[in-house]
């Protein structure tokens, strides 16, 4: 073989082939060029029928706890059940159907024995014979059952036959996600649905959910809402091998969970009292609020109307806002201007005649007025008896020439301050400011009775919320505090956000002026209008109120009956105001609302003496506790109201909502919880339930289907299935616990 290389036969064979590879680059680019162009269209629709556009997936919205951790609102799935026919028959299921149908109607009519199992098969028949409008037989999204249902409902008609074939479908719309079966035609409607535990208990501070999308209406769900709501993630579909398959692009990001300030033993308590008062006088609205005296907090809060059907609920919050004027519970606040402004004493005398007295030409009433009124008394008295005529003379005395300045030690008191309510409807008091004409001579707004009326509590609009929260800084020694509703922001356990006490005022008056004024208000209750609120057991401080509620046309047929006031009175814990509104004579705040405001401060006085936990405790008992793993936010709860001492826990303040898996180990003489993620990672293996009891152990398996045996008691040694294994359907795991 020659070693020369011959260039002249080998040169042109690379350049046909460098040729005819410019000529394939050539028409690819050309090729590229037309499909971007001209044929552009024609693959968009090509990519269309492929694959979906995106669709938001909405995220588990957060759940509204208690102050102790107990679940008021929270988010639960709930389905609707249909049948797709004529995807039953392109399965070629529908002769089985037909052989399995008298089965079928017979578990579905002892699943919901509200209809029998011939209309259920009379229904259903007539699903599979309905003609579609392309002329095909057999709806593809016939209800099997017309209202929503839950897990449990759901599993049960799953084991049915046909419908127990498995589902391996599933499409995610903005409302709900439909999951179906291509085999049986089962398919179901999965929706997020708010549901609230305790039933219509403080429904309207909680707040409700309305319409397909679940958009917040009113109360702290309409409030938090975009700390509840999360954040909606985004999937898209895409056809692959005959089938759409659901790609996640962004996982949608679970709401957060805001823990009140509201009790649930004191909300109960308070709306019943309520209920059997407005009940008993025929009342048209009731309203109670009860917050706590050194923080603020709102412990229960009741708004309750009678409806057309002679039937209480809740429809709006009173309690925020009405504004009516408050009547005799406003007395306490101008006495205490007088005081606060040193014009007068509680020595200072004042004249009331025989109960009716002429102001400017009307006449002001006591109440008393048929019976020859009160005479001569001191100012302390004024208020213990509730004198219209008493009050208003003081205050009118003192502040005739210069109303300016009672309104505005009225101001200083905190009565108008705008409190900012979280609850959509709120609104500030209003007391109107005297003002004059550009030459400063003559008031333009102000008359010569508006001082004496005003005084009394009318001429003047005052929330339920803002009179509470005057009565509760008195309770204070003077310092008013902002209404908490809502004091932490959680997730998964962890506390996000914190809501602490706000001081809105560190002194409303003079510390000489507030104690004067708690000792009149005990009066008021122990020698006074308001005995019927007062307790044997406690001393209670606090003021009537019975305002006419005047209609547009200057008549009145309606009262505002009132009692604000706290205890126990030497060491103020609960502040509370009672009012109701009524129709008709007899009227009488301290006999209607003052019985309520007695009731609710004994339920709750008797609530406080139960037997601490650590009571349970005795010289025997062992110093730190052997604790099983499992929901450690439960341990945490027990341990901290036992009187241990828990490290990384939450201070007892949580017995209830998501669990939180873990352990808890000694460390001296105090304990410390760790948290795991191993049994939160996935729900398709099997988890480790070891050293868990019973309780955590079942809950934790059988939440991902797998059916549980127990063995002996104490705590978990063995599981007959190890965890990390994939988990099937029909498991059993056997618990051997010692």
Not at 341 to 370: L, Q
Request: proline share 4%.
């Amino acid at each position: 073989m020659s070693s020369k290389f011959d260039y002249k036969k080998i040169m042109p064979r690379y350049s046909i082939i460098a040729i005819a590879m410019t000529l394939v680059a050539i028409a690819v680019i050309l090729k590229a060029f037309y499909t971007m162009t001209a044929d552009r269209q024609y693959w968009m629709d090509v990519a269309a029928r492929l694959k979906v556009d995106s669709m938001a997936v909405k995220p588990i919205r957060g759940n509204i706890l208690s102050s102790d951790g107990q679940l008021m609102a929270s988010s639960l799935p709930e389905f609707k059940l249909y049948m797709d026919f004529q995807a039953l028959k392109e399965s070629k299921n529908d002769s089985l159907w037909m052989e399995k149908l008298d089965s079928i109607c017979d578990g579905l009519s002892r699943i919901f024995p509200e209809k029998s199992a011939a209309d259920f098969r009379k229904h259903l028949e007539e699903g599979r014979h309905q003609i579609q409008k392309n002329g095909t037989e057999g709806s593809r999204h016939w209800p099997i059952w017309k209202y929503r249902v839950g897990y449990n409902v759901l599993s049960e008609v799953q084991e049915l036959p046909i419908l127990s074939l498995p589902m391996n479908s599933e499409t995610v719309t903005p409302e709900f996600t439909i999951r179906a079966s291509y085999k049986s035609g089962f398919n179901v409607e999965e929706y997020n649905a708010r549901r609230r535990p305790f039933g219509s208990l403080a429904q309207r501070t909680v707040g409700d959910m309305f319409g397909a999308k679940d958009t917040a209406r009113c109360g702290l769900e309409l409030s938090y809402d975009s700390i509840l709501r999360g954040e909606n993630g985004i999937i898209h579909r895409r056809k692959v091998l005959n089938k759409y398959l659901s790609i996640t692009d962004t996982p949608p990001t679970d709401g957060m969970d805001i823990v009140t300030t509201i009790d649930v033993g004191m909300q109960d308590l308070a709306e019943r009292a309520v209920l059997d008062e407005l009940k008993l006088i025929n009342g048209n609205v009731g309203v109670a609020i009860v917050m706590e005296v050194a923080t603020g907090d709102i412990k229960a809060i009741v708004n309750m109307e009678k409806c057309i059907d002679g039937e209480y609920r809740e429809i709006k919050n009173h309690a925020v806002s009405d504004l009516l004027e408050p009547g005799s519970v406003f007395k306490t606040a101008s006495i205490m201007v007088a005081l606060d402004d040193e014009v007068c004493d509680t020595n200072y005398v004042v004249e009331t005649g025989g109960g009716i007295y002429n102001m400017y030409g009307r006449d002001m009433k006591d109440h008393n007025w048929t019976r020859g009124g009160y005479g001569t008394m001191r100012l302390p008295k004024t208020l213990e008896v509730s004198s219209n005529i008493g009050v208003s003379r003081i205050i009118d005395k003192f502040y005739h020439n210069n109303p300016e300045k009672y309104v505005q030690g009225l101001y200083d008191l905190g009565l108008a301050t705008d409190l900012q309510i979280p609850l959509v409807g709120s609104t500030p008091a209003r007391i109107r400011m005297p003002k004059k004409d550009a030459k400063g001579k003559q008031y333009v707004n102000w008359s010569k009775t508006a001082l004496p009326w005003m005084s009394i509590g009318y001429e003047t609009q005052v929330p339920p919320i803002s009179t509470l929260t005057f009565y509760n800084a008195i309770a204070n020694n003077g310092k008013m505090m902002r209404p908490r509703f809502v004091k932490q922001v959680m997730k998964d356990g962890e506390v996000i956000m914190e809501f602490p006490p706000e001081v809105i005022k560190e002194q409303i008056a003079k510390p000489k002026t507030v104690a004067t004024i708690q000792t009149i208000l005990e009066h008021v209750v122990s020698q006074g209008l308001g005995r019927k609120a007062g307790s044997k057991s406690f001393k209670v401080a606090g003021k009537t109120g019975t305002a006419q509620i005047w209609t547009a046309s200057g008549k009145t047929t309606s009262f505002l009956l009132s009692f604000a006031g706290f205890f126990p009175a030497d060491a103020p814990r609960y502040s509370c105001i009672v009012c109701i509104q009524k129709s008709g004579l007899p009227a009488s705040g301290g006999g209607m609302s003052g019985v309520v405001f007695h009731h609710i401060s004994e339920g709750i006085m008797a609530q406080s003496l139960r037997l601490d936990a650590k009571d349970a405790k005795s010289a025997s008992s062992v110093l730190v506790p052997e604790v099983k793993g499992g929901n450690v936010l439960a341990a945490d709860y027990v341990l901290n109201h036992f009187g241990f001492k828990v490290k990384n826990g939450w201070g007892g303040a949580h017995a209830f909502g998501n669990p939180v898996w873990g352990t808890v180990s000694p460390n001296g003489k105090s304990l410390v919880i760790s948290k795991s993620n191993s049994n939160t990672a996935s729900r398709h293996s099997v988890p480790d339930v070891h050293n868990m009891g019973a309780r955590d152990a079942v809950y934790m398996l059988e939440e991902r289907g797998i059916k549980a045996v127990i063995v002996g008691r104490g705590k978990v040694h063995e599981q007959s299935i190890a965890p990390g294994t994939e988990v099937k359907k029909g498991m059993v795991c056997t618990l051997k616990l010692i």
